[in-house]
């Protein structure tokens, strides 16, 4: 079994800046993709960011430029340095991890940007 375990969330003002961190323990195969997915009340989990094994990222069009998602492959850890933190980035946050057809999901860590 795999395990997600994510910290970081919390109350920022807008502007600010939070690092969100996802540790994933277990079974884990070497070629995979870690990331992360955002849901905001009332709308669908939107993709915010990943990143392979080998460090290639997608980023959500709406987070380009504030956003970095990193990993460290032997701790088999993913980060989301998230700065100038907007209203609209309020969610919760979930990690996942996934390769081929194989999917996993973290509790899901919420974010609050005060206006």
């Known amino acids: 079994q795999v395990q997600l375990v994510e910290s970081g969330g919390g109350l920022v003002q807008a502007g600010g800046s939070l690092r969100l961190s996802c540790a994933a323990s277990?079974?884990?195969?070497?070629?995979?993709?870690m990331g992360w997915y955002r849901q905001a009340p009332g709308k669908q989990r939107e993709l915010v960011a990943d990143i392979t094994s080998s460090h290639t990222t997608t980023y959500a069009d709406s987070v380009k430029g504030r956003f970095t998602i990193s990993r460290d492959n032997a701790k088999n850890t993913v980060y989301l340095q998230m700065n100038s933190l907007k209203p609209e980035d309020t969610a919760v946050y979930y990690c996942n991890l996934r390769w081929s057809t194989i999917n996993y999901w973290g509790q899901g860590t919420q974010v609050t940007v005060s206006s």
């Open positions: 277990g079974s884990i195969f070497r070629f995979n993709v």
